[in-house]
Structure formats: C-alpha cells, structure tokens
C-alpha cells in the first residue's frame, strides 16, 4: 500500500483551532506531543491517532455540497491514496512508529470518516 501524508494537525485543548504543523513527534503509546490527547501517561487502545482520507473529505463535498477541511474534521492526520479501512486490525508505520488500526470513528456532528489508530 502506498500513499502520504498531506496534513498534519494538533489542538491544545477540545476548544482550540486546530494548528496545522510541518513536524511533530509522534510517541508510541502516548500520541502526538502537543496535541490535546496526548497522554503522557500512556494513551488508551484506539486513542494515540486519528486519521482521515483526503478522499473522505472530498467525497463528502461531491456527495453533499459540504466542504469539511482537514482541520475541522478534528482528525489530527490527513492521508491520501491509503485505503484506511484496510488498516483497520492491520500494523502499519507512520514514520518511525508501528501503529495498529483500531477501529473506524464514524462520522459525529463535527467530521466525516476517519480511523482510529494505537501507536
């Protein structure tokens, strides 16, 4: 499976926009530092990573007129050309770091697909 990464975006705090950043570290277990679900402690199953296919968010505003970008899909990585559900039960690596999908996050009232994935 090829594809990349386009965005990457961490918030402070659940209320904080969204700061779009070239570099982060990425802690196996805890999550991105700097981003408000980053658990020095150790992250719950599921809860190091959020991604989101650029794909997704496109086929939302074909689908529906709704444009949602990365950012305020609250997802913290936008991939492009990844078949995220495949990874879902699947390591894989983001980086350096061995992630293993957890589970689909089905769209809420503030995104559209994503996958939640342990690291």
């Known amino acids: 499976m090829s ?3 386009e965005e990457i975006n961490v918030r402070e705090t659940p209320e904080a926009a ?24 150790g992250a719950g199953s599921g809860e190091a990573l959020t991604l989101i296919a650029a794909e997704a968010l496109e086929g939302l505003e074909a ?25 879902v039960g699947r390591e894989f690596m ?8 957890v589970e689909l996050c089905e769209p809420c009232a503030n ?9």
């Open 3 to 5: 594809g990349h990464v």
């Open 18 to 41: 969204a700061v779009p950043v070239q570099r982060v570290r990425l802690v196996s277990g805890r999550g991105l530092e700097g981003d408000r679900y980053y658990a020095p402690a």
């Open 63 to 87: 689908d529906t007129g709704i444009r949602l970008s990365a950012a305020d899909s609250r997802r913290q990585v936008l991939t492009r050309g990844i078949d995220l559900n495949a990874l």
């Open 94 to 101: 983001v980086g350096s770091v061995r992630c293993r999908g």
């Open 111 to 119: 995104s559209s697909r994503s996958r939640r994935t342990a690291c």
